[in-house]
């Protein structure tokens, strides 16, 4: 093994370290909301330093790699994937962050019926199902797994897409919640864009793996 295999496997490790990090503040950002508690609000907003410092630790060593060995092929497509993976994986940290934050700020627990209605924990369970897939995809080097996050994406686009008329039917019996719905209505948009986030991530591994740039191609195309 040269000493750019160890480098390379080493930057793997760390990545996969920001998948489990990044993962376990979406489950806790879940837990916090649905079930308000708001010890586990802070402790996602306090974790949120560790996968900051993380994202910077995979960046720097990525440009350590580019600077010292020079990749090509391959190697290279895989270091500029995790580049972008990184930053992707940091975003969907902030927002389990700004999710969690919702619960600190609000008077008191959301309403279950609001909760139901905007199918919001719904949401949570399928980002986290994506982003345990697209972790898998990354370690095995599965492209199939990866093409199957878009499909999944389907059910956040969708509950974002009714998530107005859902609440605006909501308000007009409980003109009293109106707070809440908006921290409802801003938790589903998050959780819309960790779907688009964790897509970006399918998109790098199958660019790293396969050699094909898939920015800007049809859904249908992708697949």
């Known amino acids: 093994m040269t000493h750019l295999d160890v480098e390379l496997k080493r930057l793997k490790a ?3 370290e920001m998948f489990e990090l990044v993962t376990h503040q979406m489950k806790k950002s879940q837990l916090a909301f649905i079930g308000f508690d708001r010890e586990i609000a802070r402790e996602v907003n306090f974790n949120e330093k560790r996968v900051n410092a993380l994202e910077l630790k995979i960046d720097k060593d990525c440009e350590n790699i580019f600077a010292l060995f020079n ?3 391959i190697d290279l497509r895989f270091v500029l994937a995790v580049l972008k993976i990184n930053s992707n994986l940091e975003r969907i940290g ?3 962050d700004g999710i969690s934050r919702y619960v600190i700020g609000t008077g ?15 949401m949570f369970d399928m980002a986290v199902k994506m982003l345990s897939d697209v972790q898998k995809a990354f370690d095995a080097e599965d492209t199939k797994l990866a093409r199957g996050i878009f499909q999944k994406d389907d059910l956040l686009d969708e509950i974002n ?8 039917t909501y308000i ?8 809440q719905s908006l921290h409802i209505i801003s938790a589903v948009r998050k959780l819309e864009r960790t779907g688009d986030q964790v897509k970006n991530v399918a998109e790098e591994i199958i660019f790293y793996l396969e050699a094909k740039v898939l920015k800007h191609v049809a ?3 992708k697949l």
């Open 14 to 16: 760390e990545t996969v």
């Open 71 to 73: 990749p090509v092929a």
């Open 94 to 96: 902030d927002i389990a």
């Open 108 to 122: 008191n627990a959301f309403d279950k019926e609001l909760i139901d209605v905007t199918r919001v924990n719904e």
């Open 161 to 168: 897409e009714n998530a107005n008329g859902v609440i605006e």
């Open 172 to 179: 007009r019996t409980h003109e009293q919640n109106i707070s």
């Open 219 to 221: 859904e249908k195309e």
